[in-house]
């Protein structure tokens, strides 16, 4: 049950990497950061939350002995 979980996710992710909704905002954020910018900053920490998500519980126990 957990890896398909874990696959959803990864799936759910790799859609939010398209943002086609940001192409044409001006919008800035704290008055000076692209809208595009900042959201791709977002997406870039949950990558790499997500990355750790999946080594903690996908990573092969084996590999440690």
């Known amino acids: 049950m957990m890896k398909y979980a ?16 940001n192409w044409t905002n001006k919008s800035l954020v704290f008055g000076f950061l692209p809208i595009g910018l900042a959201y791709h900053a977002g997406y870039a920490l949950l990558a790499a939350c997500t990355m750790a998500v999946l080594v903690k ?3 092969p126990k084996e590999l440690d002995a």
């Open 6 to 21: 874990l696959a959803a996710l990864v799936v759910v992710v790799l859609i939010l990497h398209h943002d086609i909704w």
């Open 57 to 59: 519980f996908l990573w």
